[in-house]
């Protein structure tokens, strides 16, 4: 078996992440593979460091699909893990003749055109990184109904190992403010950034020492910053940027918070549940199959400040209720997200896809 993963993706963004897992997984198992993606970016990058052999794509659809075509012909399946990593893999079955899988992220349907039924209808499985992905595309493509498989997006447990008790506190001082209230989210429409603007206007009036910090990039970032200073917040709530060391920055929160509009899953909360950091989240998309409200997190409405604001002041002045969240948060994703279990899974219908 010797799998070719398809990433066009620019960023090294939570979908990369669960790609480099399951590299990581597959690689321990002695699977034979390759990651083709943009050259130079951080996902070709952080493969070259991991000793996986890749394949560079210039961002070209038309020569990207044609490299994919003659490449994978060497290759036993092609998986594609993004969007237009599924047209790239689906359309160069033409020239290359191996099963494609695509696994689906994203909780919104997709565009119905003539390109996405012959994509789908192309592609030998499809994989849903939750119920909630699964539906919507099984409502959307009827022709996928019992078709689709869910395979979780899952959390490297070894990170709380790589957790340094003073890095955490150089971050905090660095961080400033008691509490800290944090998220990890890429600065777009889907991650609503404004609904954690607006809450934090709400909390700061009981804790006006709070630090509200965003960790990530994105298009929408002088607009958000712009809605900061709007609401006077420039004191309490800060757009930090992108980070690498995810571990120590999320350990380092109070509370983190994910504002999102929709999730296919939001596999960074499950970061958040291994290092023991109490959750709020907005109850969409597989949010729900990962969270039990008020039993290993908080769920809130999607775009209500409000909710929002009261969950976080409710969470902030409850320790108890923090300390037996994060507990039982902790055996789930354990039990249940891990990272063994998502590259045994993949396994599983790799080898299904190539008949056993």
């Known amino acids: ?37 943009r050259v130079g970016d951080r996902l070709f990058n952080r493969c070259r460091e991991l000793g996986v052999e890749v394949i560079p794509l210039k961002g070209n659809q038309t020569s990207d699909l044609f490299r994919l075509g003659a490449v994978a012909k060497g290759f036993s399946l092609v998986h594609a893990h993004a969007a237009k990593a599924h047209t790239l893999a689906a359309l160069s079955k033409k020239f290359h003749g191996k099963p494609v899988v695509y696994t689906r992220r994203v909780d919104y349907p997709p565009k119905l055109n003539r390109l996405t039924l012959l ?43 790589a957790v340094d008790p003073d890095r955490v506190e150089q971050i905090r001082r660095e961080l400033g403010g008691e509490p800290i209230i ?11 950034i404004p609904n954690l603007i607006e809450a934090a206007g709400r909390v700061v009036k009981e804790y006006p020492f709070a630090r509200f910090v965003v960790f990530g990039e994105g298009k929408l970032r002088k607009r958000l910053q712009a809605l900061i200073e709007e609401r006077e917040l420039t004191g309490n709530f800060t757009l930090y940027g992108f ?54 997190g908080v769920l809130v409405p999607p775009e209500s400040p409000k909710e929002l604001a009261e969950a976080v002041l409710k969470l902030l002045s409850s320790p108890s209720l923090q300390r037996e969240l994060t507990q ?18 993949y396994l599983e219908l790799y080898g299904e896809v190539l008949g056993g």
Request: with cysteine; aromatic share 6%.
């Open 1 to 37: 078996m010797k799998i070719l993963h398809v990433d066009t993706e620019k960023g090294l963004r939570g979908g990369e992440q669960q790609l480099l897992y399951l590299v990581e997984g597959l690689k321990r198992r002695g699977v034979r593979q390759a990651v083709a993606c």
């Open 243 to 296: 980070v690498e060391d995810v571990p120590n920055y999320m350990k380092a929160l109070d509370l983190f918070v994910l504002p999102s509009r929709n999730e296919g899953l939001g596999s960074v909360i499950l970061t958040a549940m291994l290092l023991k950091v109490p959750v709020v989240a907005t109850a969409v998309g597989g949010t729900v199959e990962v969270i039990e409200n008020g039993k290993d």
């Open 119 to 161: 994509k789908y209808k192309l592609t030998d499985s499809v994989v849903a990184i939750s119920k909630a992905v699964k539906g919507v595309l099984e409502s959307s493509l009827p022709f996928l109904k019992g078709k689709v498989k869910v395979i979780y997006s899952a959390v490297d447990t070894s990170l709380a190992g």
């Open 328 to 345: 039982n948060a902790y055996s789930k994703v354990v039990g249940r997200f891990c990272k063994e279990v998502m590259v045994d899974s």
């Open 182 to 192: 944090g998220s990890f989210a890429a600065l777009t429409h889907q991650k609503d």
